[in-house]
């Protein structure tokens, strides 16, 4: 179930530009780039979705959100509504269309929302207090949905956002450093927020972004429930919602920095389980990654990287790969390189278990590299997992292991904020 909401938004005139102002997601932000986000202008999103570790950290950004909202930094829309949102990239010919909402929490029977992906404990329990010390949810997770599979409705929220987004000028417009343009709409008319919602009521969505933050909002659900407060707010999440037959989604990859072990240790080691090839110094990361890509069509490989050389690991032991799976997991579980890489390789072969501490997470490959190479670590670069893949899985109630897949393009973070008011 769909609702409108009064968005809360960046008012122009009191902060140096829009694009200024908002950033990538939370998980996505690198220790570099968050200084650079924080220097674009005093009122960056990030200072709220990051505004360090611990409760102290939470209420600073709870009041600096309060801040803003009475100095009219950030305004709320005086209605309801729901909110199109449209990126768009020409140099690389894409466009991707969607609907930021509030979404009603539950089960995945109850709700619609399926998880497709392993959370942390402790990710989870971060944004949860984040949460709650602002009564608000800063950033939108990321939803998609199968356009085609209702019937004789099927699509009529897609046509209207596309009608919307062809006929009207948009409320805001945007592009930020990496080339994207983003707009946003108002849909403030109860006959287009009762078109859509009628059309994506009773459908299912995969979370494609933001795992621990749904598991926080859940987590959020449950704590105001027990405290005997019931009904409210609380009970729903911020979303975006894309149809992925109209706009389908990119799917990328994931990589791994192993703090501690040294990268011939490691290529060492994996000799016990695939077959470990030793690229040419000379290479770079490019070559080393053509040899990567050339090896995904025979099979589950990885990319090991540290220092200045780079291993390519192919041909996963069966015997092995198969000792080291959970007990009831399925066949396309097992066979997926996330969880080769997590059971077999990181698990079996080097004797490390899967936490925020031991195994620390990159979207970047260049950026996994980097690091390793600058603390003599090692880095495990993967390819990424099929649409297919994913969606069967997770239709059958399974879980990837956590941080497997990056789907995109992400929403911005900042273009739409909801509080928990009494009118929200």
């Known amino acids: 179930m769909l609702a409108p909401f009064r968005g809360i938004r960046y008012a122009r005139d009191r902060v140096s530009g829009i694009a200024n102002v908002t950033s990538p997601p939370y998980d996505v932000i690198s220790g570099g780039s968050l200084e650079h986000l924080r220097a674009a202008d005093p009122h960056n999103v990030v200072r709220l979705i990051l505004p360090g570790e611990g409760a102290q950290a939470s209420r600073a950004a709870a009041g600096l959100l309060r801040e803003w909202l009475s100095a009219g930094v950030l305004i709320r829309d005086r209605m309801p509504a729901l909110y199109l949102y449209e990126q768009s990239d020409e140099a690389s010919s894409w466009l991707q269309r969607g609907i930021i909402t509030l979404v009603r929490l539950g089960s995945p029977a109850a709700a619609g ?24 949810n800063l950033e939108p997770i990321f939803l998609i949905y199968d356009g085609e599979q209702a019937g004789e409705d099927a699509g009529a929220a897609t ?73 409210g707010p609380w009970d729903y999440g911020l979303a975006f919602l894309v149809d992925s037959d109209a706009y389908p989604p990119r799917l990328g990859a994931i990589h791994r920095v192993l703090p501690g072990l040294p990268p011939e240790r490691a290529a060492e080691l994996a000799k016990a389980g695939f077959t470990v090839q030793d690229l040419p110094a000379d290479c770079g990361l490019a070559g080393a990654l053509e040899c990567l890509d050339a090896a995904r069509r025979e099979g589950t490989a990885f990319l090991l990287a540290g220092g200045s050389g780079f291993w390519l690991l192919s041909q996963p032991d069966p015997v092995q790969a198969a000792a080291s799976m959970p007990a009831g997991a399925s066949a396309p579980w097992r066979c997926l390189d996330a969880s080769v890489m997590q059971q077999l390789l990181i698990g079996r072969l080097w004797g490390i278990a899967d936490s925020e501490r031991d195994v620390l997470i990159n979207h970047d490959a260049a950026d996994a590299v980097r690091a390793a190479a600058s603390t003599g670590t090692t880095a495990v670069i993967c390819n990424p997992p099929s649409f297919e893949d994913v969606i069967q899985i997770a239709a059958q109630g399974e879980r990837v292991p956590r941080k497997s897949t990056s789907f995109g393009p992400k929403p911005r973070t900042g273009l739409v904020l909801r509080t928990f008011g009494p009118a929200d």
């Open 113 to 136: 929302i399926l998880p497709h992906e392993g959370v942390m404990p402790g990710l989870v329990a971060d944004r949860r207090a984040l949460m709650a010390a602002t009564q608000a």
């Open 159 to 231: 046509e209207t956002i596309d009608t919307v987004a062809a006929e009207r000028a948009p409320l805001v417009t945007i592009t930020t450093e990496d080339g994207v343009t983003h707009r946003l709409w108002r849909l403030g008319h109860p006959g287009e927020q009762a078109a859509i919602i009628a059309d994506l009521a009773g459908r299912r969505a995969l979370i494609a972004d933001g795992h621990h933050r749904y598991a926080a909002y859940l987590d959020l659900q449950a704590q105001m429930r027990a405290s005997g407060l019931g009904a």
